[in-house]
């Protein structure tokens, strides 16, 4: 059997634009609790079958409010490289669906981050037989 140690989601990062005295923003990943949704059905209000908790999400009903990971961009940030996220979790299996939502958070004014669409996903597994 394959025990998934660790993941970690890559990002592109190509480009960031800032205004109104922002000097950074955080990014924070956290697993989505709400099941039965898509990428092309889900809406800022619900999930196409069934509205989230509140419009845009509701922490603790439709994702963790604890975030997995955390990453702070700031206003200057190089583009044009990686930055990483992990999605690990205590409860992820492979063999289960899995969904993330990365929440911004900027210090004061805004902010905006455009990220490739050539993302990458590193798994780090062992074999349960070698433990």
């Known amino acids: 059997m394959t025990v998934l140690l660790a993941m970690d989601l890559r990002l592109y990062l190509t480009d960031l634009e800032f205004g109104a005295g922002a000097t950074g923003m955080t990014l924070s ?52 490289q990686w ?7 205590r409860s992820l299996f492979i063999d289960g669906t899995h969904g993330w939502v990365i929440i911004a958070t900027v210090n004061q004014g805004w902010m905006t981050v455009e990220f490739a669409d050539n993302s990458d996903c590193l798994l780090y597994t062992s074999d349960a037989a070698d433990e």
């Open 83 to 89: 930055v990483q996220m992990s999605l690990g979790h």
């Open 29 to 80: 990943v956290h697993k989505v609790l709400t099941t039965g949704w898509g990428e092309t059905s889900v809406t800022w209000n619900g999930t196409g079958a069934t509205n989230w908790g509140a419009p845009g999400l509701q922490p603790g009903v439709d994702y963790d409010s604890t975030p997995l990971d955390t990453l702070y961009v700031s206003n200057s940030q190089a583009t044009n």
